[in-house]
């Protein structure tokens, strides 16, 4: 690879380390980083295993990947960056210092296993950043369309809420609590043997929020290229990087799917529906 990237690098799954890709990128060229890196606990992923470490560790090794992104973004940018409880803390330290704090997303994976002394995980979070205050985020794009219970009306027509033969429903603002995000299960297309995987649902929203058709999109820890597929589904542009042999045969082969089957799981119509909501 050239000091930057090569137009056959755009669309493509990367197979190599994120430290020894991210300083050969084109500066100043991504309008959005979605970052889901190992959490802080001993992890393996595919080939590759990650090991738990101190808070100031893992602050320094978040630090040691962000140093080489920061050059990448377009003033505009916006980042998102994921995190557990754990890690949720160093995330929010390492990001602030050199973007700008815009949020936490909270968002409930409902999946998981329970625990006899402590609660149960069932969440995680996502941290909002931008490079400046002068971002993208498209409201209308990421609105949510929830079932009215008690609908009201005015002279005698349906105020702020949609009636329909399915139901009556409201497009609500999005907040930073996610509870309409369904992990991918095994009856999903989604679904592969990915231990953190995340959902297409998710990325969307992300995506649509801070991006616009054409736009590219940098993820570093692609994983089994969830980022990847949803930018190809909502026609945006990425560069996403994985070490795993595996995982990128994996990204790849879906990223084929995505053409025959262009669809997001509670995704359709341009809406955003409630979790079971048979969308």
């Known amino acids: 690879m050239s000091s930057t990237y090569r137009s056959n690098c755009?669309?493509?799954?990367?197979?190599?380390?994120?430290?020894?890709?991210?300083?050969?990128?084109?500066?100043?060229?991504?309008?959005?980083?979605?970052?889901?890196?190992?959490?802080n606990l001993s992890k393996t992923f595919g080939a590759d295993r990650f090991s738990e470490r101190s808070s100031a560790d893992y602050e320094e090794w978040l630090e040691s990947w962000l140093r080489l992104a920061v050059p990448l973004l377009k003033p505009t940018a916006s980042v998102y960056i994921c995190g557990d409880w754990r890690s949720t803390s160093a995330i929010e330290r390492a990001g602030s210092r050199h973007f700008k704090l815009q949020n936490r997303i909270t968002w409930e994976r409902e999946k998981g296993r329970g625990a006899r002394k402590n609660w149960k995980n069932a969440a995680e979070d996502i941290w909002f950043f931008t490079v400046s205050d002068e971002y993208t985020f498209n409201l209308d794009e990421v609105k949510q369309r929830r079932r009215v219970i008690a609908p009201y009306r005015e002279n005698g027509k349906p105020?702020?809420?949609?009636?329909?033969?399915d139901g009556n429903f409201r497009d609500t603002h999005p907040s930073n609590i996610w509870t309409d995000i369904s992990v991918p299960f095994w009856s999903m297309p989604e679904n592969t043997d990915h231990p953190t995987q995340k959902p297409e649902k998710l990325l969307a929203k992300i995506i649509l929020a801070s991006t616009?058709?054409?736009?590219?999109?940098?993820?570093?820890?692609?994983?089994?290229?969830?980022?990847?597929?949803?930018?190809?589904?909502?026609?945006?542009?990425?560069?996403?990087?994985?070490?795993?042999?595996?995982?990128?045969?994996?990204?790849?082969?879906?990223?084929?799917?995505?053409?025959?089957?262009?669809?997001?799981?509670?995704?359709?119509?341009?809406?955003?529906w409630e979790r079971n909501s048979g969308k």
């Open 159 to 165: 105020k702020d809420w949609i009636e329909s033969v």
């Open 212 to 272: 616009n058709p054409g736009d590219l999109i940098l993820d570093p820890f692609a994983g089994v290229g969830t980022t990847a597929v949803v930018a190809k589904k909502l026609g945006r542009r990425f560069v996403a990087i994985e070490s795993d042999e595996e995982y990128c045969l994996l990204a790849s082969k879906r990223l084929e799917l995505a053409d025959v089957h262009p669809s997001i799981q509670g995704f359709s119509d341009g809406v955003f």
């Open 10 to 39: 755009l669309d493509q799954i990367i197979q190599s380390d994120a430290f020894k890709v991210l300083g050969k990128l084109a500066a100043r060229s991504f309008d959005l980083l979605f970052a889901d890196p190992p959490y």
